[in-house]
């Protein structure tokens, strides 16, 4: 049985930074894409972050480029989402999802990454704010 938890999420100020954990069971996270997602209230749930099985190629949105970075720790079964930087509009429910369906099938993850991933976590909320 496959199981994402995500953590770390919380209140910050902006400027300030988060580190997000995806925690995963059942499955071993190197051998998927793993995307990071956010979703607003009253907005479309949207990808922010990915990181490929094959070579650990990353990707991210425009929103968050330069202010955020996925990574993997193997050793772990975990993926890291670092958010330095933020502001007010990062306030969302953040979720991690696996590509356990393998649906993406170039060897490198693009964004903006599909929605349609087939493992999912529950989300964790950040709140930025001052």
């Known amino acids: 049985q496959v199981q994402l938890v995500e953590s770390g999420g919380g209140s910050a100020q902006p400027g300030g930074s988060l580190r997000l954990s995806c925690a995963a069971s059942?499955?071993?996270?190197?051998?998927?894409?793993i995307g990071w997602f956010r979703q607003a209230p009253g907005k479309e749930r949207e990808g922010v972050a990915c990181?490929?099985?094959?070579?650990?190629?990353?990707d991210y949105a425009d929103s968050v480029k330069g202010r955020f970075t996925i990574s993997r720790d193997n050793a772990k079964n975990t993926v890291y989402l670092q958010m330095n930087s933020l502001k007010p509009e990062d306030t969302a429910v953040y979720y991690c999802?696996?590509?356990?369906?393998?649906?993406?099938?170039?060897?490198?993850?693009?964004?903006?990454?599909?929605?349609?991933?087939?493992?999912w976590g529950q989300g964790t909320q950040v709140t930025v704010s001052s």
């Open positions: 999802a696996a590509d356990t369906g393998l649906i993406i099938t170039t060897v490198q993850c693009v964004m903006p990454i599909s929605g349609n991933l087939g493992s």
């Open positions: 990181i490929s099985a094959s070579d650990d190629s990353t």
């Open positions: 059942g499955i071993t996270l190197d051998y998927y894409v």
